[in-house]
């Protein structure tokens, strides 16, 4: 059974700062790995895909990074400005026998960012 | 484009009752998910659904039914509501093609008193 977990739970930084979110899991035959942002009261929408034959994904300020054999995944803000305040979540799409197409979230890292 | 479409977007339930959560998406998806979440809590598969016709049990799916009749609508049915069940519920779906995300709806907020 895969295990998600996002490690710090919680984070807050003052404005300009570069920061790392991490997740990491345990069943390494995902095929892709999914970074998502939601603000309290909404849905999520998605930030960054990583296949799982790539290594890393730039979308602007953001770039995430996959090592599958380590089972580890970060998200690297760099930055980081009060808007980027919100529940980031990461997701895993398995790849093996009944997983296929299942996909596990980890509980999310809180952020806050303050001026 | 509309996406995933949640319908309701809110309910009050009373124990015992019963409901369906509706859930439709026009991309053309072959994979369709319903989670739910907890305050404070990350997201918990319920129900998922690789195709028409084709459906498999998640994490928590006690209490719950779906059924996936076309590739557009996957509803999920509640019966006999209880207060555990007390979440918001989100619907999402995905093509598991190369580079295609996740795509959620706006969720529902489900509360059984």
């Known amino acids: 059974k895969q295990e998600v977990t996002q490690i710090p739970a919680a984070l807050s930084v003052p404005e300009g700062e570069n920061l790392v979110l991490n997740c990491s899991f345990t069943?390494?035959?995902?095929?892709?790995l999914q970074w998502f942002r939601q603000d309290p009261g909404k849905g999520l929408t998605s930030l960054l895909l990583?296949?799982?034959?790539?290594r890393e994904q730039t979308s602007g300020r953001l770039n995430a990074s996959l090592d599958k054999s380590s089972g580890r995944s970060t998200l690297y803000i760099a930055a980081s400005q009060p808007g980027d305040s919100a529940t980031y979540l990461c997701?895993?799409?398995?790849?093996?026998?009944?997983?296929?197409?299942?996909?596990?979230f980890g509980q999310g890292t809180i952020l806050t960012v303050h001026p | 484009n509309a996406g995933v479409t949640q319908t309701p977007k809110f309910r009050i339930l009373k124990i015992g009752q019963s409901m369906t959560l509706q859930c439709t998406q026009d991309?053309?998806?072959?994979?369709m998910y319903w989670y739910r979440q907890d305050p404070g809590m990350g997201l918990k598969l319920i129900y998922y659904?690789?195709?028409?016709?084709?459906?498999d049990k998640g994490e928590v799916p006690n209490g719950y039914n779906v059924s996936r009749s076309t590739t557009e609508d996957f509803p999920l049915r509640l019966e006999l509501a209880a207060p555990s069940q007390t979440s918001v519920y989100f619907c999402?779906?995905?093509?598991?093609?190369?580079?295609?995300?996740?795509?959620f709806g706006n969720g529902t907020r489900l509360t059984v008193t």
């Open positions: 999402a779906s995905g093509s598991l093609s190369y580079n295609s995300p996740l795509h």
């Open positions: 069943d390494s035959a995902i095929y892709n």
């Open positions: 990583i296949q799982s034959s790539q």
């Open positions: 997701a895993t799409a398995g790849a093996g026998g009944t997983s296929y197409g299942k996909l596990t």
């Open positions: 991309m053309n998806h072959n994979y």
């Open positions: 659904s690789v195709g028409a016709g084709i459906t």
